[in-house]
């Protein structure tokens, strides 16, 4: 979503065609678990065939399967749908050994979310053409599973009643302007306000714009996870991604595999938002209530790794502060010692380490550049 896309939706049709206390029988549940991406803003721990969703960031667990635990009790371990890249497809696979084939879709390249979302799409209506489907990231942070399938359930609640595209939405709590924001509209009767019609999507606005956002009181950060009825994405994706839609609807058709890949060459490279989001008529946010974090970067893990005596510096595995603080550290190996510095982000990997500032910790996908510019392929 660019900046100046703004869609205002306050004298859209119909927005409440069905009846809040009418009952609509429930569909089937998915869920699609987008686990693609190099993860290059956490090298060295991350590498090309072993991204940060597929490594134990946070918890014990791996992000992936993390976000499918989370999962499972909502939609069931059937119902879940992984969509990976071939380099990734045999890590996934270990990970999730109580998944059938079928259940993890394949890319033969990234493309953006716009087609991993459509792939499994087209997927999962091979199934069942009336599912419902949620779609969210392998790689965010979420602390409280119970309220984030409460939340979640109140989406796919929305959608099936509605035929709305359904996005989640948290409270902004800073001015950030790596995020997405929404700015929710009219109440959605029936959710006790919990959802509303999307008035305005603004991505990634400038410092001064966030402060302004987040002054107004409204604003909500995007989640990026969505819940929609197949046949409303679908829809969607035929209205303002036709190319796309019917590229993999006809490679699909082929059991030769070089048929998709060559289909997916051929592809937009488009994010699901301003592909589809910005343009759909019938778009609602519902106000999450979780902790949520987009661990995009290093500099994310503090919340999550600062505890007991390092209180004041981020540390998972050895390390000795002294007259440090803001620091994160990842060394699980070698000890770190830290001697009067302040807000660095320290990170020692068998084969390279990792020293940066704080706030440039976004940059390190610099680092991964300048080695594929090098030739220094061994060390990505």
């Known amino acids: 979503m660019s900046s100046a896309s703004l869609l205002f939706r306050e004298t859209l049709p119909n927005h409440d065609a069905v009846p809040a206390n009418i009952p609509v029988p429930r569909p089937p549940r998915y869920a699609v ?15 090309l065939r072993m991204p940060k969703q597929l490594l134990p960031i946070v918890g014990a667990r791996t992000m992936l399967q993390e976000t499918v635990a989370r999962l499972s009790p909502l939609v069931g371990r059937e119902g879940m749908r992984i969509v990976t890249g071939r380099e990734h497809a045999r890590a996934v696979r270990a990970q999730l050994p109580g998944l059938r ?6 890319e033969p390249e990234g493309r953006n979310t716009a087609a991993a979302i459509a792939l499994a799409t087209l997927a999962v209506v091979r199934e069942r053409d009336d599912a419902s489907i949620a ?7 979420i602390d409280d599973n119970a309220r984030f399938r409460s939340d979640l359930g109140i989406a ?16 902004a709590r800073r001015p950030e302007t790596g995020y997405g924001y929404i700015r929710p509209g009219r109440r959605v009767p029936g959710t006790s306000g919990r959802a509303a019609w999307v008035q305005a999507f603004i ?3 400038d410092h001064a714009r966030a402060v302004a956002l987040l002054a107004g009181g409204q604003a909500l950060w995007n989640s990026g996870i969505f819940a929609w009825r197949a046949s409303a994405i679908l829809a969607a994706l035929r209205t303002h991604l036709p190319a796309l839609v019917g590229g993999l609807e006809e490679a699909l058709g082929h059991r030769d595999r070089r048929v998709l890949a060559a289909a997916y060459r051929r592809l937009p490279a488009v994010s699901i938002d301003t592909g589809v989001l910005e343009h759909a008529a019938r ?14 970067s ?22 000795v502060p002294i007259d440090s603080r803001g620091c994160v550290v990842d060394s699980p190996q070698r000890l770190v010692a830290l001697v009067g ?7 020692d990997s068998p084969d390279a380490l990792l020293v940066c500032r704080k706030d440039r910790a976004q940059d390190v996908r610099l680092v991964v550049e300048e080695l594929r510019r090098r030739g220094l392929e061994r060390y990505l």
């Open 135 to 141: 779609v969210l990231p392998a790689d965010h942070a």
């Open 203 to 205: 991505e990634k606005p």
């Open 283 to 296: 778009v609602a946010v519902v106000r999450a209530r979780f902790a949520w974090a987009d661990v995009g």
């Open 341 to 347: 510095v302040d807000d660095l982000v320290v990170v």
């Open 156 to 171: 796919f609640d929305v959608a099936e009643r509605t035929g709305a595209l359904v996005t989640l939405g948290l409270r």
């Open 298 to 319: 290093w500099a994310a893990l503090e919340p999550f790794w600062r505890a007991g005596r390092n209180g004041r510096n981020a540390i998972r595995g050895r390390a």
């Open 101 to 106: 084939p079928g259940q993890v879709l394949v």
């Open 33 to 47: 678990v987008l686990a693609g991406g190099s993860g290059s803003r956490f090298w060295p721990r991350s590498r």
